[in-house]
């Protein structure tokens, strides 16, 4: 449940540290890990592996410093506290579920020694001390502390060690090789647990100092020299330092109610989590010095983890390691510059402005260690005239952070003003936006032969006419015919003539969408106009059957035998589904009267072929008539009518 690294990796970070801290800008990372919870986290150094224990799934998962994950060591039940060696050789893990400590070789990643600790002893604490691995072990006022002694030539393990307390749980476990002959032992499950510091140079655990610190405890971590302890309590509700010659209070660090987890970087820096069920700040860093403010973070909108150890520092204290969310669905959070200053920016513009007029622009730079009036802030304006942005100089904060500007925009449209903050030596970069819907003129675009029908392959003139513009005088033409077999095509593009007009002369086929578009430019809105046409479909009709034709009363008159029966046959252009409407009317009574109309379908080549059965009456005069009625089958074209067909019976 702690930090573990090498005293020369801590020396290195005291060299170079400073360097590093310097640095104005992060690149901080956020990667999904497959974790339901994070037990405990413990860094390597050495290895450049973080590793993490997920008890609800038996595993223990290792990552890189970006929590890219490197393997995942299986089989091991209820995995629970994780404990690094002196020299980050062998990583030691407390297997809950198996009444075991596993030894685990953190440069092969291979597991290579069990420890059993005894059937039902439930281990699930741990701490590396004077050459003895530590454990808390059982489960609520059934617990104990125990020892395993790894310098032995076999090792052995011992039990009921926790003289002078009865554990309501398992001790939480912290010890340091800076502060030999000392363990730390935490009842954290209950709120009248005590914090009690055991004096080991004799090899048996005696009570050194005991105190009731209100219990509840969700995480600590040793101070670099092993004197002090900072614990997530009293209550998990602050983040307390105690001193461990005798508990008295040191510091209290300043947080918001739930403190969650702590880890402490090898200069002193501290840094816990914290519920943050306001989603305004999960992750807090402390200064060294009381008197200035923290940093703070807002690595995730969901309440933080608890339960486990999910905070960690880099073994240099460069970094800090993060795991929030819940229930397979956690992130691997590294925060590259974690003792800077979070810089929080905003852009205020308006909604919407007149092209060519005035507007304000306004925002706030603020941040924990508050930035002096004066500070400059780079503002950027990008639009239509200007699309990879245009400098507008720097502006400078007022009072309390604030800062404002007007500008008049030379173009129209969607107006993008940006402000970005360096950053310092202490503070973070930061970057924010605005967009303001600036007016734009509307133009005049029309399109010719809207509402008009054409015959079938007409060629057909379609003029676009585009009024005033700014710069750009591009016009698109498109052609979507009816029916789903034709998609919307691209049939002319080009600048406009000196009269604002492009043309394109197509072959109409069928009914047609024709669509003229115009893109807008700086200070003209876009703009779409349409253009619906019609196209005949082409039809013929012809009899089968007559004996003979006779021009007479204006018509040529097919002759029929009362016997014989005609044949009538349409050919029209086809489509899938088609119709034709067969229509027969006589003449009586000085008009033409329909007798029959019936719908008949195509085949695949257009062709309809209809017998006319039956004993018609001898003398009177008949016609036929095949035509192609839009929504009758199909409504790719306009409604056709065929031609008239004359005819007569004799004996």
Do not use: C
């Not at 400098?391 to 404002?404: P, R």
Request: hydrophobic letters at 35%.
């Amino acid at each position: 449940m702690r930090l573990r690294t090498l005293p020369a990796a801590a020396a290195l970070a005291a060299l170079f540290g400073p360097v590093l801290l310097a640095a104005p800008a992060s690149a901080d990372s956020s990667r999904p890990i497959a974790l339901f919870g994070a037990n405990d986290t413990v860094v390597d150094g050495v290895h450049q592996h973080v590793f993490i224990s997920d008890a609800y799934n038996s595993k223990i998962v290792v990552t890189d410093f970006t929590g890219n994950v490197v393997t995942t060591l299986t089989g091991l039940p209820q995995v629970r506290d994780l404990e690094l060696s002196p020299d980050s050789g062998t990583l030691y893990a407390a297997v809950y579920g198996a009444d075991k400590i596993v030894a685990i070789d953190t440069g092969q990643l291979t597991k290579t020694v069990e420890y059993p600790t005894g059937d039902g002893t439930l281990p699930s604490r741990l701490a590396y001390a004077d050459g003895k691995l530590w454990f808390g072990y059982g489960d609520q006022w059934d617990s104990g502390l125990g020892e395993l002694d790894l310098t032995a030539e076999t090792p052995t393990v011992t039990l009921d060690l926790a003289v002078g307390h009865d554990f309501s749980s398992p001790p939480m476990l912290y010890a340091d090789a800076d502060n030999p002959g000392t363990l730390l032992a935490l009842d954290g499950q209950i709120s009248s647990g005590p914090i009690v510091v055991y004096d080991i140079s004799s090899g048996t655990p005696a009570v050194k100092v005991s105190a009731d610190k209100n219990g509840s405890f969700a995480d600590a971590a040793l101070t670099p020299d092993g004197q002090n302890v900072v614990v997530a309590g009293p209550g998990g509700q602050a983040l307390t330092e105690y001193r461990l010659s005798d508990l008295s209070e040191v510091r209290t660090y300043p947080t918001t109610p739930g403190a969650r987890t702590v880890s402490i970087a090898p200069d002193g820096t501290v840094a816990t989590t914290v519920l943050d069920s306001d989603d305004v700040g999960d992750t807090l860093v402390f200064s060294n010095d009381p008197t200035r403010p923290t940093s703070v973070r807002n690595l995730s909108h969901s309440w933080m983890p608890g339960g486990g150890h999910s905070i960690s520092w880099s073994a240099d204290g460069s970094r800090l390691f993060v795991l929030t969310g819940y229930s397979d669905s956690m992130q691997f959070q590294t925060v590259d510059a974690p003792r800077m200053y979070a810089s929080t920016l905003t852009v205020d513009a308006p909604a919407k402005a007149t092209r060519a007029a005035s507007l304000t622009v306004k925002g706030k730079l603020t941040a924990n260690l508050a930035l002096p009036a004066g500070t400059p802030v780079q503002v950027t304006r990008t639009d239509l005239d200007s699309p990879n942005g245009k400098s507008l100089g720097t502006k400078s904060l007022g009072a309390g952070g604030a800062y404002s500007f007007t500008d008049t925009p030379p173009a129209g449209g969607k107006v993008k003003y940006t402000v970005t903050y360096a950053g310092d030596a202490t503070h973070l970069a930061a970057t924010a936006t605005d967009t303001v819907d600036v007016s734009r003129a509307t133009p005049t675009l029309t399109l010719n032969n809207n509402g008009k029908a054409y015959d079938y392959a007409q060629s057909v003139t379609f003029t676009a006419h585009l009024g005033t513009t700014y710069k750009n005088r591009t016009v698109e033409i498109w052609a979507n015919p009816y029916g789903a077999d034709k998609p919307d095509k691209l049939v002319k593009s080009g600048t406009v003539n000196s009269s604002g007009n492009l043309s394109v002369t197509l072959g109409l086929t069928r009914k047609t969408l024709l669509t003229a578009k115009f893109a807008g430019d700086a200070r003209y809105a876009p703009k779409t106009t349409t253009s619906t046409v019609g196209a005949r479909v082409k039809a013929s009709t012809a009899l089968g059957g007559s004996y003979k034709t006779h021009y007479t009363s204006g018509h040529t008159y097919y002759y029929f035998h009362q016997s014989k029966d005609p044949v009538v046959t349409t050919t029209m252009t086809p489509y899938p589904g088609r119709k034709q409407l067969l229509q027969i009317q006589i003449y009586a009574d000085g008009v033409w009267q329909t007798t029959t109309k019936e719908y008949f379908k195509l085949d695949s080549a257009g062709r309809s072929v209809v017998t006319l059965t039956g004993t018609p009456p001898i003398g009177p005069r008949f016609r036929v008539r095949d035509s192609y009625i839009s929504g009758s089958g199909d409504s790719v074209n306009t409604t056709t009518y065929g031609t008239w067909k004359y005819l007569t019976f004799t004996s």
